[in-house]
Antibody, heavy 117, light 108 residues
Framework: DVQLMESGGGLVQPGGSLRLSCAAS????????MSWVRQAPGKGLEWVSG????????YYADSVKGRFTISRDNSNNAVHLQMNSLRPEDTAVYYC??????????WGQGTLVTVSS | DIQMTQSPSSLSASVGDRVTITCRAS??????LNWYQQKPGKAPKLLIY???TLQNGVPSRFRGSGSGTDFTLTISSLQPEDFATYYC??????????FGQGTKVEIK
């Protein structure tokens, strides 16, 4: 069974950095694009970033472009999100999701990132 | 970027009601439209992809339709477990899959 497990969330001060990880199991990891989606408290879903199956192509929402970097380690079945210059508005639950033929069919349980002084 | 607009933002309905949620894209996206259900404290769950294809295990009371810019999610007979928030998502732009703002379905 496909499982995705996020980690790395926590409390960070504005301007700080955090690195999220998503460990995948039960799938041929290098066959799938992966994505990060976030949800601020009480708000809707926001697409954050996506990465192609080889890692050669990456995409970002305008709200995080230049501050966040997505990467993947196909040897260890993991995808990462390096978040720099964090702002209070980046406070959210961050989900990783598998992308299958243009839709997200498996999701992790999410990890909470809180940006506050 | 492609913008997605859902309506209504919330609705109240009773068990057994037929419920319709609409989603409009800011430009034509063919049938690159997905629907998700999310319950409080849980990750989203894929319901429908490519505008009208039901994900495995999703009850047949859920139906998606539309193409181009206008799409609809219909729940033919609302069940207690269907009270949740529903999101549309476009997947026309390569790996920048924006969501609508969500529609919360509440118990009347």
């Amino acid at each position: 069974d496909v499982q995705l497990m996020e980690s790395g969330g926590g409390l960070v001060q504005p301007g700080g950095s955090l690195r999220l990880s998503c460990a995948a199991s039960g799938l041929i990891f290098n066959s799938y694009a992966m994505s990060w989606v976030r949800q601020a408290p009480g708000k809707g879903l926001e697409w954050v970033s996506g990465i192609g199956n080889s890692g050669a192509t990456t995409y970002y929402a305008d709200s995080v472009k230049g501050r966040f970097t997505i990467s993947r380690d196909n040897s260890n079945n993991a995808v990462h999100l390096q978040m720099n210059s964090l702002r209070p508005e980046d406070t959210a639950v961050y989900y990783c999701a598998r992308v299958t033929s243009y839709y997200c069919d498996y999701w992790g349980q999410g990890t909470l990132v809180t940006v506050s002084s | 970027d492609i913008q997605m607009t859902q309506s209504p933002s919330s609705l109240s309905a009773s068990v057994g009601d037929r419920v319709t949620i609409t989603c409009r894209a800011s430009q034509s996206i063919s049938t690159s439209l997905n629907w998700y259900q999310q319950k409080p404290g849980k990750a989203p769950k894929l319901l429908i992809y490519f505008a009208s294809t039901l994900q495995n295990g999703v009850p047949s009371r859920f139906r998606g339709s539309g193409s181009g810019t206008d799409f609809t999610l219909t729940i033919s007979s609302l069940q207690p477990e269907d009270f949740a928030t529903y999101y549309c998502q476009q997947s026309h732009s390569t790996l920048v899959y924006t969501f609508g703002q969500g529609t919360k379905v509440e118990i009347k």
